[in-house]
């Protein structure tokens, strides 16, 4: 990656707040909006982590990922809530961040497992739009809000808690709910790991390849199993198709909603 441009430096090695010019102006304040953009290579990741707030993500026309953002509050000033962006080895991840809550550990923006983020009766949302460039896998993640990938060129995996999730890409995905509908469209045929794609309250509608090759699994309790490829029931509430070949798990899993496997093209 190039170096970050029109931003300073945070406290923190190797992560970069961003601000808007908004003034706070009492209770919900100014919105904030603002963006950051450079450009990254194919097999780095950008990764938006945000908590109250929804994420959607298109294809970039070339290298350069833009990521735009509004920060807003209701009842808390927005000017409560920073976003930082975070380069690291692998790509880029930028978070939304909360004021610490007292008695937990310090919030922290960083890759993977390593994000900590715990927030407290803030109701400041940060919605991101972002622009991925083909071959950068895309990792998009809140809990209050729904995230989309539309015809996407990388590999997107998304999950949220209260939202619904929406991904197409001609590369693989994943996705995990709990309270939200899953709909999602991949392109490869030959996964090199498992998708699992699962909520708990909503449905999972899924389309891949028709040469896919992959063990597929489909689950429900209170909902309708449907399928293009032709399914064997096992234990109560499970069915599973071997497609193509067979390979890497494919998983749609839901607790109240209907599963559905369509076949593409």
């Known amino acids: 990656m190039k170096g970050m441009q029109r931003l300073w430096l945070a406290a923190a090695a190797g992560a970069f707040a961003i601000a808007g010019c908004g003034d706070s102006t009492g209770p919900g304040g100014t919105p904030i909006e603002d963006e950051w953009r450079d450009n990254l290579e194919a097999g780095e990741v950008i990764e938006i982590r945000g908590v109250n707030g929804g994420i959607s993500a298109t294809a970039a026309p070339g290298s350069e990922a833009v990521v735009s953002f509004t920060i807003q509050g209701v009842n808390d000033d927005p000017a409560t809530v920073t976003v930082e962006v975070v380069e690291h080895a692998g790509g880029v991840t930028i978070c939304a961040v909360y004021p610490d809550v007292p008695g937990q550990p310090v919030n922290v923006c960083a890759p993977g497992s390593e994000y ?30 729904g995230v989309t990938g539309t015809d996407l060129e990388s590999n997107a995996f998304v999950s949220t808690v209260n939202g619904t999730l929406t991904v197409s890409t001609t590369q693989l995905a994943d996705a995990t709910t709990v309270n939200g509908s899953i709909t ?4 490869r045929t030959n996964p090199d790991r498992d998708l699992p794609f699962t909520t708990v309250n909503g449905s999972v509608t899924v389309t891949v390849p028709a040469a896919m090759n992959a063990d597929a699994r489909l689950t429900t309790v209170s909902g309708d199993v449907s399928s293009d490829f032709p399914l064997t029931q096992g234990p109560i509430g499970v069915w599973t198709a071997t497609l193509g070949s067979g390979g890497r798990l494919l998983a749609l899993t839901t607790v109240n909603g209907d599963a559905t496997l369509r076949r593409g093209s």
Do not use: H, K, L, W
């Open 116 to 145: 900590r983020m715990s927030v407290q009766d803030n109701d400041v949302q940060v919605t991101f739009t972002v622009t991925v460039p083909a071959g950068v896998t895309f990792v998009g993640r809140t809990i209050n809000g």
């Open 184 to 187: 999602a469209s991949i392109g």
